[in-house]
């Protein structure tokens, strides 16, 4: 029988009657002859207060500790979706991570899956048993202590689980019906898109569209898992068919631009009048990356004697004041004549794999946004996307520019 893991997160699985009907999800898959594995989060809130107590309970808890205690919160709504469906006559159990078991870094609060066993899942399966997997959670095989994957780990979960038991697809349940080629609360012509290329996705996850988290996205294109991102508020018995995410091969007509995503959670700093030798940029990128402090979009300007040079470049806004004090700690290293900085602005990017046989996309929303009496701070490139950095005030006009500019308004 083909297989299928079903994802279900926070505010699908929120109260119990949104559960069954979770469960009548689950139901159809099961009648249309599918092995069934449902990944679950915790209820929409019940992660931040258990967070919460940890930080009540003291505020240099350890993070194993941490770990036993959030990762409760899956395996509560597990059981109770195992619960509802047993009560339909689907026979069905929860399985926590350390049951499967999923194999992670012993990273607590980040960790990173390394490996799943299926084979007690394979003999739930022959049993006619519905899979119900805590998502989010996993154990470090050394220590036996449990870990958790960070934010949106249970997407991760859903396609690590679906690549190990060699499903035929992954369908990520949310409360949007599909992914837009921008935010309809910004655009209201934006259109569901029919499919996403890996690739693309992958873009659109790290700049700024919340539809996936980026990890599960990375591992669905290793892995070449179709991952199909659908709604579970439609009704059970006529679901719509989502967006799926699959190999560029699989996308009969492709489009220059597919969308266009945005970062509000960006910060600028600008060091000016930095002495120009060499190592200069490993002194003043090095202490960031030691503190986990991403960077992005670096441009470096040489003055005329080619003696000093401005460095720009972004950081995420949560860092800015961490970031602007280890540079301030290397003054003595990294010889600089001051620091700038600013955190209105934001990251507005289009993505395409269409990109890559076309020239002139980007310069064409360079002229379009220029008309607008938009300043660009920045820009970046890729292959298959570019962004530019803006002021923040820009930030909804700039994405209606862009986004009638590549024909995604239209039908």
């Avoid at 209201?188 to 996705?201: C, G, I, P, S, Y």
């Avoid at 969308?259 to 060499?278: C, H």
């Amino acid at each position: 029988m083909p297989r299928l893991v079903m994802k279900f997160g926070g505010t699908s699985v929120a109260t119990v009657e949104r559960i069954r009907n979770v469960a009548r999800h689950v139901a159809r898959e099961v009648r249309a002859g599918y092995e069934v594995a449902v990944v679950v989060s915790a209820m929409s809130g019940k992660t931040n207060e258990l967070v919460a107590w940890c930080r009540d309970a003291s505020p240099l808890y350890a993070q194993s500790e941490y770990d036993a205690v959030v990762a409760s919160g899956e395996q509560v709504t597990s059981g109770l979706l195992a619960i509802v469906l047993s009560e339909m006559g689907i026979r069905a159990r929860s399985w926590q991570g350390w049951q499967i078991p999923i194999e992670t870094t012993d990273q607590h609060g980040s960790a990173r899956i390394q490996g799943i066993d299926g084979a007690r899942l394979d003999a739930g399966f022959r049993r006619g048993e519905v899979a119900v997997v805590a998502g989010f959670q996993g154990i470090h095989p050394a220590s036996g202590r449990l870990t958790t994957l960070g934010r949106g780990g249970s997407d991760t979960s859903a396609v690590a689980v679906a690549a190990a038991i060699g499903a035929e697809r992954c369908d990520i349940y949310t409360d949007v019906d599909g992914v837009y080629t921008t935010d309809p609360r910004v655009v209201t012509r934006a259109r569901r898109l029919e499919r996403v290329a890996f690739e693309e996705m992958l873009e659109m996850a790290s700049l700024g569209a919340k539809v996936l988290q980026v990890r599960s996205v990375e591992l669905a294109m290793v892995h070449r898992v179709p991952t199909t991102v659908r709604s579970s508020f439609d009704d059970p018995d006529d679901a719509r068919p989502g967006t799926l995410i699959c190999d560029e091969d699989d996308i009969v007509e492709q489009q220059i631009i597919t969308g266009i995503a945005f970062s509000k959670d960006e910060a600028q700093i600008t060091l000016r009048r930095v002495k120009d030798k060499p190592g200069i940029a490993a002194a003043i990128f090095g202490p960031l990356a030691d503190a986990n402090i991403n960077v992005d979009m670096i441009i470096q300007v040489v003055s005329g004697d080619a003696s000093t040079t401005d460095m720009t470049f972004t950081v995420p806004a949560g860092d800015y004041e961490r970031a602007r004090a280890i540079l301030d700690a290397q003054a003595g290293i990294v010889e600089f004549e001051r620091i700038e900085g600013a955190t209105d602005v934001v990251k507005i990017s289009a993505i395409g794999v269409g990109m890559r046989s076309h020239a002139g996309v980007a310069a064409k929303a360079f002229r379009a946004l220029a008309e607008k009496g938009i300043n660009i701070r920045a820009i970046t490139t890729s292959e298959i996307k570019f962004s530019v950095l803006i002021d923040a005030a820009y930030t909804e006009l700039a994405v209606r520019t862009l986004h009638s500019l590549y024909g995604l308004d239209k039908a």
